[in-house]
């Protein structure tokens, strides 16, 4: 038994499909299939089922599956305990951040970090709050950067900075004349609200207790902040940015921000791992890289804030 045809059964059960799998592996169909064979008559069982229409996994199977995942997570911690031992920064290392988070961010201090440490490997996937938790739980990210939220106690948490929210208003709106938004101001405003399992929708439902607008027709329901704010510039209604996407506006975009009226709301970002990570020494220097690259009041906290 090795720990590559270990790596090959998981491949073959994420794909169902072993030209799939062969071709994730990087070998050819016929090495991957022979080598998960005599795995099987190793262990004298059948690990999958094959029929022509599909792959799946026995039963027993199933569990050797569990088992081949703990032991190459096992080998792989070996190799990291051994690189941060040495401080040694190579390697693929994984990141998922919120895209409420990411557009903002990642420019101020991705380029610059891949220039300092050209022989590091990261790589970031956008996704939503639920999503990142249980890709650090399934060991497929190793850090999440999202808003700090209740019932992350399973993880461990790296904080970096608070980020206020502003309101985004159109100038035919009759919020546009006021300096500051109240959120008794929002109720009965055409608001333009992020799907639902965004934690930057959620929050602010909360604060500005519009659980009654939720259910209005005042309210829309898409995706991408980006195409709230073209609504907004079009003459319609309000949405929401955070602090970061300001420094991204033209001068004509900026005569629209507004912000809360005091306390203001805002969002601790953190960085998220388990808690048992081992690679400090790269974590650390993404957490310098990220500080470093948001203005410096944003680092603490201030009086005429509410962290939500």
């Given at each position: 038994?090795?720990?590559?045809?270990?790596?090959?059964?998981?491949?073959?059960?994420q794909?169902?499909?072993?030209?799939?799998?062969?071709?994730?592996?990087?070998?050819?169909?016929?090495?991957?299939?022979?080598l998960?064979?005599?795995?099987?008559?190793?262990?004298?069982i059948?690990?999958?089922?094959?029929?022509?229409?599909?792959?799946s996994?026995?039963?027993?199977?199933?569990?050797?599956?569990?088992?081949?995942?703990?032991?190459?997570?096992?080998?792989?911690?070996i190799?990291e305990?051994?690189?941060?031992?040495?401080?040694?920064?190579?390697?693929?290392?994984?990141?998922?951040?919120?895209?409420t988070i990411?557009?903002?961010?990642l420019p101020?201090?991705?380029?610059?970090?891949?220039?300092?440490?050209?022989?590091?490997?990261?790589?970031?996937?956008e996704?939503k709050t639920?999503?990142?938790?249980?890709?650090?739980?399934?060991?497929?990210?190793?850090?999440?950067i999202?808003?700090?939220?209740?019932?992350?106690?399973?993880?461990?948490?790296?904080?970096?900075?608070y980020?206020?929210?502003y309101?985004y208003?159109?100038?035919?709106?009759?919020l546009?004349?006021r300096?500051?938004?109240?959120?008794?101001?929002?109720s009965?405003?055409?608001?333009?609200?992020?799907?639902?399992?965004?934690?930057?929708?959620?929050?602010?439902?909360?604060f500005?207790?519009?659980?009654?607008?939720q259910?209005?027709?005042?309210?829309?329901?898409?995706?991408?902040?980006?195409?709230f704010?073209?609504?907004?510039?079009?003459?319609?209604?309000?949405?929401?940015?955070?602090?970061?996407?300001?420094?991204?506006?033209?001068?004509?975009?900026?005569?629209?921000?507004?912000?809360?009226a005091?306390?203001?709301p805002?969002?601790?970002?953190?960085?998220?791992?388990?808690?048992?990570?081992?690679?400090?020494?790269?974590?650390?220097?993404?957490?310098?890289?990220?500080?470093?690259?948001?203005?410096?009041?944003?680092?603490?906290?201030?009086?005429?804030?509410?962290?939500?």
């Open positions: 038994m090795t720990l590559q045809q270990l790596e090959y059964i998981l491949a073959l059960n794909f169902r499909h072993f030209g799939k799998a062969a071709e994730h592996c990087g070998v050819t169909q016929p090495t991957l299939s022979a998960i064979q005599k795995l099987e008559e190793e262990l004298d059948r690990i999958f089922d094959r029929t022509r229409q599909s792959v996994p026995t039963p027993a199977g199933r569990l050797i599956l569990g088992q081949a995942r703990q032991v190459l997570a096992e080998a792989a911690r190799k305990m051994v690189a941060e031992e040495r401080h040694i920064l190579t390697g693929t290392f994984t990141l998922g951040i919120l895209p990411a557009p903002y961010l101020r201090f991705f380029p610059q970090l891949m220039k300092q440490h050209p022989q590091l490997d990261i790589r970031v996937t996704m639920a999503a990142i938790k249980q890709a650090l739980a399934d060991e497929k990210i190793d850090v999440g999202v808003a700090a939220l209740d019932g992350m106690d399973d993880f461990a948490q790296t904080p970096l900075f980020e206020q929210f309101a208003v159109a100038r035919e709106d009759e546009f004349s300096e500051t938004i109240r959120t008794a101001d929002l009965g405003t055409q608001l333009w609200l992020l799907d639902e399992g965004h934690c930057f929708r959620n929050q602010l439902v909360r500005c207790q519009l659980k009654s607008a259910t209005s027709q005042m309210v829309y329901h898409l995706g991408s902040m980006e195409t704010m073209r609504m907004v510039e079009g003459g319609k209604g309000v949405t929401f940015i955070p602090e970061l996407a300001i420094s991204q506006l033209s001068e004509t975009q900026h005569e629209l921000v507004r912000p809360f005091v306390p203001r805002t969002r601790q970002i953190v960085m998220l791992t388990s808690k048992d990570f081992i690679r400090c020494t790269l974590l650390d220097i993404l957490r310098q890289a990220i500080q470093a690259a948001v203005p410096a009041e944003m680092l603490s906290p201030k009086p005429t804030q509410q962290v939500i």
